[in-house]
């Protein structure tokens, strides 16, 4: 079974979709360890609920930030992770753990990349103008939300959405891409060759998403 390694600075949302995919049956893995760098982050209840073990982790408590991410891939490591999960890890991850796990770290972004990397997806998009925007999971590189493309989801933002009101509707999709995105590895069915993913077996998109729809 797929051994998961979780890192999550806030709330935990996107956590709790993959505890629930895995509990249901969707899911074929286990949270072997939630890291946070918080250690006021509501995700150490979550992971508590759940019988997840779970770590703090601060940066300030190692010399540089490349020890501190030497120290988290032997944590994760020794747990036997294997696939490693961003759910709301609020830290640009250094090259220690990415070569520890290489195209082995997933990311969860809620915009459509490369569109609005960076913090505050959502509020970018609404100052922006755009008619669609959305999330994305890709595999993590040594850039901001530059890695490969896994899947996406996009939604419709309408001319009186706020930051809240989109960030809400792109959550939902979120939390449904997400542990896909992972059952798909966990089945084996996803291939990088450079900047692209291929997923085995794929089947296609049948509409689009036009926004405002068109009229006549």
């Known amino acids: 079974m797929l051994q998961l390694g979780v890192l999550a600075s806030g709330r935990g949302s996107n956590f709790q979709a993959i505890i629930d995919s895995i509990r249901t049956g969707y ?38 930030g490349d020890e501190y991410y030497e120290a988290m891939a032997e944590e994760l490591k020794a747990r036997g992770v294997e696939l490693v999960i961003l759910a709301g890890f609020m830290r640009v ?30 509020r970018q998009a609404v100052e922006y103008g755009v008619k669609v925007s959305g ?30 009101s989109l960030s809400a509707r792109i959550l939902s ?8 995105a992972i059952r798909l590895y966990a089945e084996g069915r996803l291939e990088v060759s450079g900047r692209r993913v291929r997923i085995l077996g794929q089947g296609r998109a049948d509409e689009a998403i036009i926004n405002p729809p068109v009229e006549g």
């Open 93 to 122: 991850v250094k090259p220690p753990l990415l070569r520890a796990y290489p195209m082995r770290i997933m990311n969860i972004h809620p915009a459509l990349l490369p569109s609005f990397p960076g913090l505050h997806g959502q």
């Open 27 to 64: 899911l074929k893995a286990a949270v072997a360890v939630l890291v946070t760098d918080n250690p006021d982050a509501y995700a150490i209840q979550r992971a508590r609920e759940n019988g997840i073990p779970w770590l703090v982790m601060r940066p300030g408590d190692h010399p540089s």
């Open 173 to 180: 999709y979120e939390h449904r891409i997400f542990p896909y």
């Open 135 to 164: 999330c994305t999971v890709h595999f993590v590189d040594e850039g901001v939300d530059t890695g490969p493309v896994i899947i996406q989801a996009a939604v419709p933002v309408y001319h009186d959405d706020t930051e809240e």
